[in-house]
């Protein structure tokens, strides 16, 4: 497998990640021709991609260290507090460390670092002397910490994040004039879901600056979609992209459902430009001679690159990769929703329309995860698979969603399944008074954190026909134990520990009404994940077995957390099938035209 291909400075050579003699090497490619060569031969292989310093002798990569494997069936020692992650499994087992490749000599990769951290995302300052890189999981902390380090040729560490308190980084670039520009998740004394804050850092002084505070929206943008450029648009936060002078840089920001491009200054006074917007998620690719090119996608639109002149003007689209096949589907109408919650509060959600439906249609209401994301102007195959089957679907930016402001975002602090849970309600009923929902034909399906309202919404009321909670967080109490994220996630989102708010854990967690379920229920769930570990499900599947309520379990062996995303495909066209077999049986009264993609164990057993 050939991956994580990397052009050198002058164009001349593409580097990338190979498997092709076992392990994952670097190997070069040049461009006018002729056969690879590999370039790094480490026993323990390379973890990431080839970047290139600003001349092209040198390429930085990272790894792990050399002669620490370890034999799987042997017991082990834990020393961590988070000890394992989610989409990695145990840290200690996947630590990395900087290299560096001197590609004018026959010299060895250089180890630059060795720490004990993860190391990840270097980046070149432009002298071509030292690299800035992401260092998590500090061995020392019991919380999360994600900073950022300078690493010189000569293996000197330092800290450019600038503050002794934790803070977990999204993603950073280095400027033309040696700047470090970097988007934070989290900081210490902050709610979750919070907007983000933008820094830059003069190494040479040390001096931190706080930047964006003229900018309207959330910084960065976090919006689900079903589809695995999830890693490439705002599904994850998009990067920062410096301008060619180092003057500005381009960064995304969400503003309630769609996602725009802005052109920061990063000295002087506060200043920005909007240069990218519309219903739709953008995210900047690059910025070069006079031109800023991106991608955009939508509802329909699975994504594709566009170009412009720097001040968004002349927009010209690029690629069209899946027209051909998009002009052969009857896609859904989309309709804006705004309403009212309960405490009056404006709430705003999208009802998609499969196309030449009768209505009022079968719904399905698909509720995000996080909860600190949002939905909006997204490509999202789960959506399209109901539409195409002739359900709408229902999506709603509850209490808690990004893209409305810290206070609307933080809503639910110390009090899960109240106002998000009451959001989500006022969006049904209000689909259903403007004659789009089937009151009598309605489903409910979520991930994460939309797991865990779908596990509350069918605790608390009986009006779905269907439910399909995946990789849930159901159970505060155990989530704070076994979770990679669970300390630090049930302190900052409940105010304390359970030792602490015992009563706080147990009234937001959905297992503690459990008892009240009657919904039939698909759980799915990816044996590896261990973000929203496997007994979440299992505790609410085994409390609704028992009470004789329909329920089955699909499980995914060695999948992760966004396995249904990007895990293997197999796994995706299952969890796929699952769902719309489940809405079909449940909601529809027939079984769904899908092929059987798992086996059914036990299926009709007690």
Known sequence: MNTAPAFSPDGTHIAFMSTRGGTPQLWLLPVAGGEARQITNLSQGVGSGAVFSPDGSKIAFTAGPAGTSRDPSAPYRVTRTVWRQDGIGLVDDAL???????????????????????????????????????????????????????????????DVTGTDDEVVVFTHTVTADGKVVYLTGYEAHTKPGVRPSLYIVDPATGQREKRGADIAGHLGGLMQTDSPSAGFVAGVVGGIVPTEDGTAALLQVQARGAVSLVRIQLSGPERHQVIVTGDRVCTAVGAAGGNVVFAAFGFTEPGDLYVADADGQNERRLTRTNHALLSELALPTVHRLSFRSKDDAEVEGWFLCPADAQLPAPTVLAIHGGPHAAWGYNFGFDSLMFNGAGFGVLQVNHRASTGYGDDFATAIHGDWGNLDYADLMAGVDHAIELGLADADRLGVCGISGGANLTGWVIGHTDRFKAACPENPLFNWISFFGTSDVGAWMGVSELGDTPFELLETYARCSPITYAKNCTTPTLFLQHENDYRCPAEQTEQFYTALRIAGVPAEMLRFPGSSHGGSVIGPIGHRRAQNDALLDWMSRYVLGKEAEVTETVPHIERNSA
């Open 96 to 158: 990395q460390d900087i290299y560096v490749l001197d590609l004018t000599t026959d010299a060895e990769p250089q180890r630059l670092t060795s720490d004990g951290w993860m190391s990840s995302a270097p980046k070149w300052t432009p002298d071509g002397q030292a690299i800035v890189f992401v260092a998590g999981h500090n061995p020392d902390s019991t919380k999360p910490d994600s900073r950022l380090h300078r690493v010189t040729l000569g293996g000197e560490v330092s």
